[in-house]
């Protein structure tokens, strides 16, 4: 098979130019719209239900799910899937434990839920440093990603297609807010899925619309073992500890759980998180009939050849399908899914700096709006740039395992503080700073001693700690943690206000 992959495409080059003039003309209407603090960071708490769960879907579903479900499904078969079960059945967990809590306690960031009965300075510097290095461990490896993918999807050098990513993610955030972010992730999100459904239908249109044809077919080709688990995590307790890490590593995410401020009441959060979990299911469903039609049409050879790690399965598969039209569609679509999510990531980032570290420690909750939103621009700047210069000094690393240590934090880091801090009275300051902290070390250090980073990047022969992903442990560590030092330090005034804010988590009064 030959393909243009590599190569810039006038098609390919068509769709670019469209999808960024779409989003900047976007950005400049938002920009309009955007002056106070509750505008910059909650869209003016302006989005209804369904416009957030499309752009929660555009938050969540990122380019590693795209390609890389696809390609891992299209090398690995069943077990490809593993990735996609953990992060669809975070969803649950969002939608009945955290989304009406979240929107009810909450202004802007996690963090003023963990801190509304607390002490407000060592809570939000604990959450704050919880929040800034998830973001920026999943950012960099978003960057790495954007760099990899546009030079091979469009020819362009690598350093370029870093600043121009960069770039656009800046002008989104700093001129529009929350506002231009939202409406650039549901475009992406519209676009995606529009893109994967013809996909899929293009895939089951060679097999008589049947599944059975196609599962023969990779079976005849690849053994009966390609759809049969084993193929790719072969320890039990490796699958658990993963799978903890993505389950609830969704719902300790700061740019996912910033979204719900921007919808009116509680109502809608619950909605949009119902809506957003219909989406991404029905997306990772389209990933699994793309990664077995990638192995059925297109090979393991070629997929192999164009990419080790097989994240060009579905491009290629469209260009197989569709030929040079659809796959500099799906090229631009990649681009915007790339955009789409760093934006988020971004905001998230810059509102930790601004909210919590700036006005909740360094002001003591005593800056107005205009300072509050100098600062926050001021922070998406700083983090665009570094982003940037992180993007380009990591140029040719395998940063993979970065995406597993973003959701390992957020699992064993944020989840654990902001899920004690709602349903359990006897949470205390002092708890809550161990447990992040706990969490925060235990995942960091121990992914370090893992294979994935101690044998594979460190090239030494043996791991110290023998699980790829450290869930299993820092997700438990920081739960055992919070309590032990709660029991410990008891905090009465954190206890009287455990009844106000239940009856405020419940039904909302008072909330913003």
């Known amino acids: 098979m030959q393909t243009v992959l590599g190569q810039p495409t006038l098609t390919g080059i068509f769709f670019f130019l469209l999808f960024v003039a779409a989003t900047l003309y976007i950005t400049y209407w938002a920009a309009k719209r955007t002056r106070t603090t509750a505008e910059f960071y909650a869209?003016?708490?302006?989005?209804?239900?369904?416009?957030?769960?499309?752009?929660?879907?555009?938050?969540?579903?990122?380019?590693?799910?795209?390609?890389?479900?696809?390609?891992?499904?299209?090398?690995?078969?069943?077990?490809?899937?593993?990735?996609?079960?953990?992060?669809?059945?975070?969803?649950?967990?969002?939608?009945?434990?955290?989304?009406?809590?979240?929107?009810?306690?909450?202004?802007?960031?996690?963090?003023?839920?963990?801190?509304?009965?607390?002490?407000?300075?060592?809570?939000?510097?604990?959450?704050?440093?919880?929040?800034?290095?998830?973001?920026?461990?999943?950012?960099?490896?978003?960057?790495?990603?954007?760099?990899?993918?546009?030079?091979?999807?469009?020819?362009?050098?690598?350093?370029?297609?870093?600043?121009?990513?960069?770039?656009?993610?800046?002008?989104?955030?700093?001129?529009?807010?929350?506002?231009?972010?939202?409406?650039?992730?549901?475009?992406?999100?519209?676009?995606?899925?529009?893109?994967?459904?013809?996909?899929?239908?293009?895939?089951?249109?060679?097999?008589?619309?049947?599944?059975?044809?196609?599962?023969?077919?990779v079976t005849s080709k690849y053994g009966d073992k390609f759809v049969q688990p084993g193929g790719l995590i072969k320890n039990p307790i490796d699958a658990i500890s993963l799978g903890i890490a993505l389950m609830f590593g969704t719902a300790g995410l700061p740019h996912i759980l910033m979204r719900f401020y921007t919808v009116p009441d509680a109502k809608e959060a619950r909605k949009s998180v119902f809506y957003a979990t219909g989406f991404i299911g029905y997306f990772y469903i389209l990933t699994f009939t793309i990664g077995f039609g990638a192995a059925a049409l297109v090979g393991h050879e070629i997929i192999s050849k164009i990419d080790k790690g097989g994240n060009m399965a579905a491009p290629l598969l469209a260009e197989a399908l569709g030929g040079e039209i659809f796959l500099g569609f799906l090229a631009a679509v990649a681009f915007a899914t790339i955009l789409a999510v760093v934006a988020g990531l971004t905001l998230a980032g810059a509102s930790a700096v601004s909210h919590d570290i700036y006005v909740g420690v360094v002001k003591r909750g005593r800056a107005d709006e205009k300072q509050e939103v100098k600062a926050a621009k001021i922070a998406t700047l700083c983090l665009g740039l570094l982003a940037i210069i992180l993007g380009i000094v990591f140029k040719g690393q395998n940063v993979a395992f970065m995406v597993g240590l973003a959701f390992a934090v957020a699992a064993s880091a944020n989840f654990p503080a902001l899920f004690m801090s709602i349903f359990w009275k006897k949470f205390t300051t002092q708890g809550a700073v161990w447990s992040i902290y706990t969490g925060l070390l235990l995942s960091v250090i121990l992914i370090i001693l893992s294979p994935t980073v101690w044998v594979d990047i460190l090239k030494n022969t043996q791991p110290i700690f023998p699980l790829k992903n450290p869930g299993i442990v820092s997700f438990f560590g920081s739960f055992i943690a919070g309590i032990v030092v709660s029991w410990l330090t008891k905090e009465k005034e954190a206890e009287e206000k455990f009844e106000t804010e239940k009856i405020r988590s419940y039904i909302g009064i008072g909330a913003e």
């Open 43 to 217: 869209a003016g708490r302006s989005i209804t239900g369904l416009q957030n769960g499309l752009a929660l879907a555009g938050d969540y579903m990122s380019a590693a799910s795209f390609l890389g479900i696809a390609g891992l499904v299209s090398l690995k078969g069943y077990d490809g899937l593993i990735y996609a079960v953990g992060w669809l059945v975070g969803w649950p967990i969002v939608m009945f434990l955290i989304a009406e809590p979240l929107r009810n306690l909450g202004k802007y960031t996690f963090a003023d839920v963990v801190a509304y009965r607390l002490r407000q300075r060592p809570i939000r510097t604990a959450a704050a440093t919880g929040a800034l290095i998830t973001v920026l461990f999943y950012l960099i490896a978003q960057m790495v990603g954007a760099g990899s993918l546009i030079k091979l999807m469009f020819g362009l050098p690598y350093e370029l297609a870093i600043i121009i990513v960069g770039c656009l993610m800046i002008a989104y955030v700093l001129f529009g807010g929350m506002l231009a972010t939202t409406w650039v992730q549901i475009i992406k999100a519209c676009l995606l899925l529009g893109g994967a459904t013809i996909l899929v239908f293009l895939t089951l249109y060679q097999f008589g619309f049947n599944y059975v044809e196609l599962f023969s077919n």
